[in-house]
C-alpha cells in the first residue's frame, strides 16, 4: 500500500468528473485509489475524519495539479491503488486509440504483442479480429460493474451510444476477465470494460476496453489506464 502524507491533495470521484484530462496525475506520481480508506482531512480550519473513494487520485504537495482539491489530509495514511506513472506501458490495440488514450491519462503506451500485456499488465483495447466478434451498435446507459475500479468509478452513470463493440471469442486468450463496465441496453448488458490478472510485474493488472469510442467515458477509460499501467506496492 503506497504511503501517503500530511498535505497531500485528494481528488474524489465527483472532482475528477469535472476535468478534461487526468495527465498530471502521471507527471506528479500521484496515488489513484482502488479501494476505499479512512483518513482525516483539513478543512475549514478543522480537522475532520473522511472515507476516500475508490477512484480518488491524491497528490504530493507542490505538483502541479488542477485547482481546488476536494481536500487535504491532515495526518499520514496507508492509501490502496497504484502509483501513477508517465510509462511508457505495454499497449495491444490500434494507433488511433492509443493516442487517444495517452492525451487523456499522460501515460505513454508502447505497442506490444497481447502476451505482454496480459502477463506483465498494461491496456488494450479490442480491435476486428479472431479474438473478437462485433456486437450489434447499440445506444444504452453507462453503468459501474465493479464499483472499487477507478475506471467504474469514474463512469457517468448516463446514455451513450458506441460506434464498436466486440466480444472476446470463447477460447481466445481474452476470454473470461472481470468485467469493470458496462452499458445496459434494454434487458441486455454490454460489457465495456474487463480487467484480467497478471503473472509477473508490479503492474495490478491487465485492462481491456471493448468499446469504441469512448465519448462520456473517456475520462474513466484514463482513469483505468492510470491505474493498469500504474504500480501497485506491496
Same mark, same amino acid.
Given at each position: 500500500?503506497?504511503?501517503?502524507?500530511?498535505?497531500?491533495?485528494?481528488?474524489?470521484?465527483?472532482?475528477?468528473?469535472?476535468?478534461?484530462?487526468?495527465?498530471?496525475?502521471?507527471?506528479?506520481?500521484?496515488?489513484?485509489?482502488? &479501494?476505499?480508506?479512512? $483518513? +482525516? /482531512?483539513?478543512? *475549514?480550519?478543522?480537522?475532520? @475524519?473522511?472515507?476516500? %473513494?475508490? !477512484?480518488?487520485?491524491?497528490?504530493?504537495?507542490?505538483?502541479?495539479?488542477?485547482?481546488?482539491?476536494?481536500?487535504?489530509?491532515?495526518?499520514?495514511?496507508?492509501?490502496?491503488?497504484?502509483?501513477?506513472?508517465?510509462?511508457?506501458?505495454?499497449?495491444?490495440?490500434?494507433?488511433?486509440?492509443?493516442?487517444?488514450?495517452?492525451?487523456?491519462?499522460?501515460?505513454?503506451?508502447?505497442?506490444?504483442?497481447?502476451?505482454?500485456?496480459?502477463? &506483465?499488465?498494461?491496456? $488494450? +483495447? /479490442?480491435?476486428? *479480429?479472431?479474438?473478437?466478434? @462485433?456486437?450489434?451498435? %447499440?445506444? !444504452?446507459?453507462?453503468?459501474?460493474?465493479?464499483?472499487?475500479?477507478?475506471?467504474?468509478?469514474?463512469?457517468?452513470?448516463?446514455?451513450?451510444?458506441?460506434?464498436?463493440?466486440?466480444?472476446?471469442?470463447?477460447?481466445?486468450?481474452?476470454?473470461?476477465?472481470?468485467?469493470?463496465?458496462?452499458?445496459?441496453?434494454?434487458?441486455?448488458?454490454?460489457?465495456?470494460?474487463?480487467?484480467?490478472?497478471?503473472?509477473?510485474?508490479?503492474?495490478? &493488472?491487465?485492462?481491456?476496453?471493448? /468499446?469504441?469510442?469512448?465519448?462520456?467515458?473517456?475520462?474513466?477509460?484514463?482513469?483505468?489506464?492510470?491505474?493498469?499501467?500504474?504500480?501497485?506496492?506491496?
Amino acid at each position: 500500500m503506497p504511503r501517503v502524507g500530511e498535505g497531500w491533495l485528494v481528488y474524489t470521484p465527483q472532482r475528477l468528473s469535472r476535468l478534461d484530462s487526468l495527465s498530471w496525475a502521471a507527471e506528479c506520481g500521484c496515488i489513484i485509489v482502488s &479501494e476505499p480508506f479512512t $483518513a +482525516v /482531512a483539513e478543512a *475549514g480550519g478543522e480537522r475532520v @475524519p473522511v472515507a476516500v %473513494p475508490p !477512484g480518488s487520485i491524491l497528490c504530493p504537495p507542490g505538483c502541479n495539479t488542477p485547482p481546488d482539491p476536494s481536500y487535504t489530509l491532515a495526518t499520514p495514511a496507508w492509501a490502496r491503488g497504484a502509483t501513477a506513472t508517465p510509462g511508457p506501458c505495454p499497449y495491444h490495440g490500434g494507433a488511433d486509440e492509443a493516442r487517444l488514450l495517452e492525451e487523456a491519462s499522460g501515460v505513454r503506451l508502447e505497442e506490444a504483442p497481447r502476451s505482454r500485456v496480459l502477463e &506483465e499488465g498494461g491496456v $488494450a +483495447v /479490442a480491435q476486428p *479480429g479472431l479474438d473478437f466478434e @462485433p456486437l450489434e451498435k %447499440p445506444c !444504452g446507459r453507462l453503468e459501474p460493474l465493479l464499483a472499487t475500479h477507478p475506471a467504474a468509478a469514474l463512469l457517468p452513470e448516463t446514455d451513450a451510444c458506441f460506434e464498436r463493440l466486440l466480444d472476446p471469442v470463447r477460447g481466445s486468450p481474452w476470454w473470461g476477465g472481470v468485467p469493470v463496465a458496462g452499458l445496459r441496453a434494454g434487458r441486455r448488458r454490454y460489457r465495456v470494460a474487463a480487467r484480467y490478472g497478471v503473472l509477473r510485474g508490479p503492474r495490478p &493488472e491487465a485492462l481491456l476496453y471493448t /468499446a469504441w469510442p469512448p465519448g462520456p467515458a473517456t475520462l474513466a477509460y484514463a482513469a483505468g489506464v492510470l491505474y493498469a499501467c500504474g504500480a501497485r506496492e506491496a
